[in-house]
């Protein structure tokens, strides 16, 4: 069974940058799979953020405006997403999943505050 | 960007009815359309993938159908656990976008 868990910072700085990560365990990050970063305000909907194959490829929501950058670590099994020039409209619960298109495994997710 | 509209926003249900939500896409999306259910302080789970196509683990009672631009989940005879937010998810190449998400409370 695969299972997805995120790590990073639960608290970010307005204007810096939030970096997590996603650790993958019971499936190659190698696979054919894409793995993907959604989110979720507080009290709101889901928002798909983008994803990536392990070859590099990548696809992102229009929406982030080119904040965001998806990255992948064979080596250590995970994936990692990074955004730039946070605000407190990036507050949010972070999921990452395991994507043979639809979003078939999550994690948990983590909650991330943006605030000085 | 593909927009999904779910409706309604809420519907009210009595446990063992049936409900039935609706997603509509502002483009066809073929078949490539799933569904999540979300209860409170959990992650989103897989119910319906490929439009109908029942995820591993999901009940019998969930079902799905549609193509192209209009889709439905429906829900027969409502369990207690089922009482929760439900997400459409398209995924065409390149790209996904989520409906805004239709809650079923008890009535």
């Known amino acids: 069974q695969v299972q997805l868990q995120e790590s990073g910072p639960g608290l970010v700085r307005p204007s810096g940058t939030l970096s997590l990560t996603c650790g993958v365990s019971?499936?190659?990050?190698?696979?054919?799979?894409?793995w993907s970063w959604v989110r979720q305000p507080p009290g709101k909907g889901l928002e798909w953020i983008g994803e990536?194959?392990?070859?590099?490829?990548?696809n992102y929501s229009p929406s982030l405006k080119g904040r965001a950058t998806i990255s992948v670590d064979k080596s250590k099994n995970q994936f990692s997403l990074e955004l730039r020039y946070v605000t407190a409209a990036d507050t949010a619960v972070y999921y990452c999943?395991?994507?043979?298109?639809?979003?078939?495994?999550w994690g948990r997710g983590t909650l991330v505050t943006v605030s000085s | 960007e593909i927009v999904l509209t779910q409706s309604p926003a809420t519907l009210s249900v009595s446990p063992g009815e049936s409900a039935t939500l609706s997603c509509r896409a502002s483009?066809?999306?073929?078949?490539?359309l799933a569904w999540y259910v979300q209860r409170p302080g959990q992650a989103p789970r897989l119910l319906i993938y490929?439009?109908?196509g029942r995820a591993i683990g999901s009940p019998a009672r969930f079902s799905g159908s549609g193509s192209g631009t209009d889709f439905t989940l429906t829900i027969s005879g409502l369990q207690s656990e089922d009482f929760a937010v439900y997400y459409c998810?398209?995924?065409?190449?390149?790209?996904?976008?989520f409906g805004q998400g239709t809650k079923v409370d008890i009535k």
């Open positions: 999943a395991r994507s043979p298109g639809f979003l078939a495994d």
């Open positions: 019971g499936e190659s990050i190698s696979s054919s799979n894409w």
């Open positions: 490929g439009a109908s």
């Open positions: 990536i194959y392990h070859i590099g490829n990548t």
């Open positions: 483009q066809s999306v073929g078949n490539n």
């Open positions: 998810h398209q995924y065409t190449n390149g790209g996904g976008t």
